[in-house]
């Protein structure tokens, strides 16, 4: 794995959203709900995508190696079990 940054780091998140504005010119106040409407984003794409489409979309970009697309899928999945709300608000 890269020792470059991550953009789903917490604090590195946080950095470059200071760096945009809202679409009225203001800087963002509510980091964690921005951060975690995010993450579950990404943790729904995740699931929703195959392995397959993960690993092209991964090439596709151009970062080389090796993603571990089945392991970030079925983690994904696995995530979405345990912590998604059910439809009745539960």
């Not at 950095?15 to 980091?31: K, N, P």
């Not at 397959?52 to 979309?57: A, F, G, K, L, Y």
Request: aromatic share 8%; no cysteine; net charge negative.
């Amino acid at each position: 794995m890269s020792k470059r940054q991550t953009f789903i780091d917490r604090d590195i998140f946080a950095e470059l959203l200071s760096e945009v504005e809202t679409a009225r010119g203001a800087a963002y106040q509510d980091v964690e709900t921005v951060y975690g409407d995010m993450s579950r984003l990404v943790v729904a794409w995740l699931a929703d995508a195959s392995p397959e489409t993960i690993s092209q979309t991964y090439n596709d970009l151009g970062w080389g190696g090796n993603a571990n697309a089945r392991a970030m899928h079925e983690v994904a999945k696995h995530w979405m079990a345990k912590n998604r709300a059910q439809p009745d608000g539960e």
